[in-house]
């Protein structure tokens, strides 16, 4: 082909009328179309980054993992141990390869927490997504119900992950799903129930698919209040659940065994090396089984792990060390209003005090707070004042009988 009779090949322009002609081996591309594909292909790339599909997991060493945690969660060193490598596992399966040639199959890391209220189960779990920036929603366990009985079914427990990934369910499907109050759906005795379970064994049995790993049809709005709505496939083989529970009494079920241990010959256990204090440390499967929770379910969740009740010196450090503490979130609301906020050390201990004795645990730590500071972010923003120290008398005096009688009812 002659140069004056070349043109391109995808919009037919004459070589006359381009800038520029680039030559191919059978064909040609003139600079208008390259700068157009240039484009097209510019916006495909900004949306398969903003929808996450090109974009590879960045998962931190379990160091690195416990680092993050220690700057919001006081102590609990084993727990965010056990944690950070339970959610680094669980990640670098994720990278694993999804051919057939593959021989080792990874299995999921999912994860049991035990520790009485506020002594951060939640928070923990919360933590790991934020790092991870992975979809993260929190399902109460109590409200779960068999199918067909007044509650929600397990499956509501996806429609939750999914409205916190916006819909997107290839970002759903390697969220994280906290299981709160676990616990509450023991059953209520060892032996199998012979009549219907409608909270307890029943839906354990329903969340073993889910936990292992199936592909569940899922109501994105949940299924009872929009039944004409089309059904949304979610695979969740590649989401991390973790439960947590209180387990209360559990720790009875936890002396029994170490108590028959120390029997007979075994009796060489001294007694002595036993916390009586922290009887969670001992925690094994068997005592899950023995306070109610079937053998399938407890394989389901391999990684057990315990919160430490949390002492004088661990609720101090809560109310003041960690990015996010109460006293720094008090400090930040008074600065907003230009008052200078300070908390002597005398009011701090009898805070520490209080929630201690009324075994409030770090959540209570915020009714006490509320409790004392409220007068004073009532009338200060109205008022010329430029200062505000708390003192142990300033603390006392708003604690009040009545108050503090209210604070105990409520925990």
Do not use: W
């Given at each position: 082909?002659?140069k004056e009779?070349m043109?391109?090949s995808?919009?037919g322009?004459?070589?006359?009328e381009?800038?520029?002609?680039?030559a191919?081996?059978?064909?040609?591309i003139?600079d208008?179309?390259?700068s157009?594909a240039?484009?097209?292909?510019?916006?495909?790339?900004?949306?398969?980054i903003?929808t996450?599909?090109?974009?590879?997991?960045?998962v931190?060493k379990?160091?690195?993992?416990k680092?993050?945690?220690?700057?919001?969660?006081i102590?609990?060193?084993q727990?965010?141990?056990?944690m950070?490598?339970?959610?680094y596992?669980h990640?670098k399966?994720l990278?694993?390869?999804d051919?057939?040639e593959?021989?080792v199959?990874?299995?999921?890391?999912n994860?049991?927490l035990?520790?009485?209220?506020?002594t951060g189960?939640t928070l923990?779990?919360?933590?790991i997504?934020k790092?991870?920036n992975v979809?993260?929603?929190?399902?109460?366990?109590t409200?779960?119900t068999q199918a067909?009985?007044?509650g929600?079914?397990?499956?509501s427990?996806?429609?939750?992950?999914l409205q916190?990934a916006?819909?997107?369910?290839?970002?759903?499907?390697?969220?994280?799903?906290?299981?709160?109050?676990?616990?509450?759906?023991a059953?209520?005795?060892d032996?199998?129930?012979i009549t219907?379970?409608v909270?307890g064994e029943?839906?354990q049995?329903?969340l073993?698919k889910l936990?292992?790993?199936?592909?569940?049809n899922?109501?994105p709005?949940?299924?009872r209040?929009h039944?004409?709505?089309?059904?949304?496939?979610v695979?969740?083989k590649d989401?991390?659940?973790?439960?947590?529970g209180?387990?209360?009494g559990?720790?009875?079920v936890?002396?029994?065994?170490?108590?028959?241990q120390a029997v007979?010959?075994?009796?060489?256990?001294s007694e002595d090396?036993?916390d009586e204090?922290n009887?969670?440390?001992y925690?094994?499967?068997?005592d899950?089984?023995?306070?109610?929770?079937?053998?399938e379910i407890i394989g389901?969740?391999?990684?057990l792990s315990?919160m430490?009740p949390l002492?004088k010196?661990?609720?101090?450090?809560?109310?003041?060390?960690p990015k996010?503490?109460?006293i720094?979130q008090?400090?930040?609301l008074?600065?907003m209003?230009?008052?200078?906020?300070?908390?002597?050390?005398?009011?701090?201990?009898?805070?520490?005090?209080k929630?201690?004795?009324?075994k409030?645990?770090?959540?209570?730590?915020r009714s006490l707070?509320e409790?004392?500071f409220t007068?004073a972010m009532f009338?200060?923003?109205?008022?010329d004042?430029?200062?505000?120290?708390?003192?142990?008398?300033?603390?006392?005096n708003?604690?009040?009988k009545t108050?503090?009688?209210?604070?105990?009812?409520?925990?």
């Amino acid at each position: 082909m002659s140069k004056e009779g070349m043109e391109c090949s995808f919009c037919g322009r004459k070589k006359e009328e381009t800038n520029l002609l680039i030559a191919g081996v059978d064909a040609h591309i003139c600079d208008s179309c390259v700068s157009q594909a240039h484009g097209i292909l510019s916006e495909e790339i900004i949306e398969e980054i903003e929808t996450g599909k090109n974009s590879d997991l960045e998962v931190k060493k379990p160091k690195e993992i416990k680092e993050f945690l220690d700057q919001y969660i006081i102590g609990q060193d084993q727990t965010k141990k056990t944690m950070a490598v339970a959610v680094y596992n669980h990640y670098k399966r994720l990278t694993q390869p999804d051919t057939l040639e593959e021989e080792v199959e990874i299995e999921k890391s999912n994860m049991i927490l035990v520790g009485d209220t506020g002594t951060g189960k939640t928070l923990i779990a919360k933590t790991i997504a934020k790092m991870l920036n992975v979809p993260f929603s929190i399902v109460d366990a109590t409200v779960l119900t068999q199918a067909g009985y007044v509650g929600e079914d397990v499956e509501s427990i996806l429609s939750r992950l999914l409205q916190a990934a916006d819909y997107d369910v290839e970002s759903a499907e390697r969220g994280i799903v906290f299981i709160d109050e676990i616990d509450k759906i023991a059953r209520k005795g060892d032996n199998p129930s012979i009549t219907r379970d409608v909270s307890g064994e029943g839906v354990q049995q329903a969340l073993l698919k889910l936990l292992e790993g199936t592909v569940v049809n899922v109501a994105p709005k949940g299924g009872r209040k929009h039944p004409d709505q089309k059904f949304v496939e979610v695979n969740t083989k590649d989401i991390l659940f973790i439960a947590g529970g209180a387990f209360a009494g559990i720790q009875r079920v936890i002396s029994n065994r170490l108590n028959r241990q120390a029997v007979g010959f075994g009796a060489s256990l001294s007694e002595d090396n036993i916390d009586e204090k922290n009887l969670l440390q001992y925690i094994i499967p068997t005592d899950l089984k023995n306070f109610g929770l079937i053998p399938e379910i407890i394989g389901r969740l391999p990684v057990l792990s315990y919160m430490t009740p949390l002492d004088k010196k661990a609720l101090r450090a809560i109310l003041t060390q960690p990015k996010n503490s109460l006293i720094k979130q008090y400090t930040k609301l008074f600065e907003m209003d230009g008052i200078e906020f300070t908390v002597n050390d005398e009011a701090l201990e009898y805070i520490v005090e209080k929630a201690i004795e009324y075994k409030l645990g770090a959540r209570g730590l915020r009714s006490l707070c509320e409790a004392i500071f409220t007068d004073a972010m009532f009338e200060m923003p109205s008022s010329d004042s430029t200062s505000f120290e708390v003192t142990k008398d300033y603390a006392e005096n708003k604690l009040s009988k009545t108050m503090m009688k209210q604070l105990k009812s409520a925990s």
